[in-house]
């Protein structure tokens, strides 16, 4: 966290009150991507606010202009091999 200035690519969880209790596997998910493709330098994990959207928890942004909700894991790969790969 906090290394988003140096990063190339930004990953934000919503930690808001409903997001924060379905993102937990995403969030393992990605950072585990990242990490198996030596991407550990240039992707950064930041938390933002509630973004109004709770119905579709998890939510998560690429660079808080590519929001997506209802991320499963599936869709988390997905996010990783088109926004970050
Ligand atoms: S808690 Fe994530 S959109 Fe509201």
């Not at 988003?4 to 950072?31: H, P, Q, R, S």
């Amino acid at each position: 966290m906090g290394k988003a200035k140096k990063a190339e690519k930004v990953i934000y969880f919503c930690d808001g009150k409903k997001c924060c209790k379905y993102n937990k596997e995403i969030k393992d998910c990605l950072k585990d991507l990242v990490k198996d493709n030596g991407l550990k330098e240039k992707v950064a994990f930041e938390k933002m606010k509630c973004q109004g959207m709770c119905k579709q928890a998890p939510v998560l942004c690429i660079h808080k202009n590519e929001c997506v909700g209802k991320v499963s894991t599936k869709d988390a790969k997905k996010l990783f091999e088109k926004h970050i790969a």
